[in-house]
């Protein structure tokens, strides 16, 4: 046997104990997977796609088909006010991608390289990805951020591929709100977050273009006070991109 040959046996060998320590599993749902898929099961690409194919409307990221748009909003924005500009979403908050953004803030930070991927597709897509200055995740008050150990939109941010564009985190959490998902009603959503963000002295936002991630936008509360924060700092124009838009019905 010449070496060539021994050096492939050896690896074959290897490769299979590996596969009998470590068997190849999805990792959003932990079901078996081929070693020829990629890192998630049948069943989630699909749930993914699902998630993540409909069209949606610029201003509050809901579905809603391009052709019922005016002036780039749905009947629902119709003659509303946002802070941001224009928002671009990854997908719907459902199913697998539900599944991941949950076990991605739970501690699970492995799966930031599918959505990550997911957010640079969705960031590649949006009018506004050559236009981007500066990159602010939304913060979280530092309590918070004690107790999960990291902030994920953070994570998120860190990995977006957009060369020119610097990140900032001079946007703090200055008050600690209640978890939004307890809020019912969007006037309780808006009056929880109102007042709790603040920019750092030394601040980089005025003329600028800036674009918020965050991983989840529901009522868009959160980010509409992030919003009005960096424009009362001087920022030119406010974007937004998340993960995943939750509350569909109107
Ligand atoms: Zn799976
Ligand atoms: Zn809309």
Redesign the pocket.
Same mark, same amino acid.
């Given at each position: 046997m010449n070496t060539v040959k021994i050096k492939q046996a050896a690896t074959f060998t290897l490769q299979s104990i590996n596969q009998l320590l470590w068997p190849p599993v999805c990792n959003n749902c932990g079901e078996s997977i081929c070693e020829t898929d990629k890192s998630l099961c049948q069943k989630c690409w699909s749930e993914l796609l699902s998630c993540t194919g409909a069209e949606? =409307? #610029?201003? =509050?990221? +809901?579905d809603?088909s391009r052709y019922g748009?005016l002036d780039d909003? =749905? #009947?629902? =924005?119709q003659g +509303?006010e946002f802070h941001f500009d224009r928002i671009a979403r990854g997908g719907v908050y459902t199913q697998a991608l539900q599944q991941m953004i949950l076990s991605f803030k739970n501690g699970r930070t492995e799966l930031d390289s599918t959505l990550v991927f997911l957010a640079n597709s969705t960031l590649r897509a949006s009018t506004f990805y050559n236009d981007i200055e500066i990159f602010v995740p939304v913060p979280l008050h530092w309590t918070r951020r004690l107790a999960r150990g990291y902030n994920q939109s953070l994570i998120v941010t860190k990995k977006l591929k957009r060369p020119t564009a610097a990140i900032s985190t001079d946007l703090v959490r200055i008050r600690r709100t209640k978890p939004q998902p307890i809020m019912v009603s969007p006037a309780a959503r808006a009056r929880n977050v109102a007042g709790a963000f603040a920019v750092r002295y030394g601040h980089k936002f005025a003329g600028k273009i800036v674009c918020l991630v965050d991983d989840i936008k529901t009522t868009g509360a959160t980010l509409n006070e992030c919003s009005k924060t960096l424009k009362e700092a001087g920022a030119a124009k406010v974007f937004a991109i998340v993960l995943a838009v939750a509350g569909q019905k109107k």
């Open positions: 949606y =409307c #610029p201003r =509050c990221g +809901k809603a748009l909003a =749905c #009947p629902d =924005c +509303k």
